[in-house]
Nanobody, 127 residues
Framework: QVQLVESGGGTVQAGDSLTLSCTFA????????VAWFRQAPGKERAFLVH???????KYADSVKGRFTISRDNGKKTIYLQMNSLQPEDTAVYYC?????????????????????WGQGTQVTVSS
């Protein structure tokens, strides 16, 4: 079974930073693509950033310059470093896996291109 578990969420003040983690319970971590999404209250789930196995990343305009994705293949973990957090960043954050590793490369913002999802971790930013 392939499982994704997010962690690192919490409540912070505006301007603070947080680092989220997503650990993969997978025998062979051979996927080529992983992504972070988020869903704010009352809104649709939105794409944040996508990273290929090689480390090439694509960011949504909403987080470009503030959020940074990275991966540690040895630890089977994906990270999302979030800086200068604002109240508008309050949401449940999800990691998603494109196991074949090619569908999401051409359209990383499309949810159907990911076949495994984590349970989410809550991030709350207060003013």
């Amino acid at each position: 079974q392939v499982q994704l578990v997010e962690s690192g969420g919490g409540t912070v003040q505006a301007g603070d930073s947080l680092t989220l983690s997503c650990t993969f319970a997978q025998r062979d971590f051979s996927t080529n693509a992983v992504a972070w999404f988020r869903q704010a209250p009352g809104k649709e789930r939105a794409f944040l950033v996508h990273i290929e196995w090689s480390g090439v990343a694509k960011y949504a305009d909403s987080v470009k310059g503030r959020f940074t994705i990275s991966r540690d293949n040895g630890k089977k973990t994906i990270y999302l470093q979030m800086n200068s957090l604002q109240p508008e960043d309050t949401a449940v954050y999800y990691c998603a896996l494109d196991l074949p590793g090619f569908r999401s490369i051409y359209s990383p913002e499309t949810e159907r291109n990911y076949n495994y999802w984590g349970q989410g971790t809550q991030v709350t930013v207060s003013s």
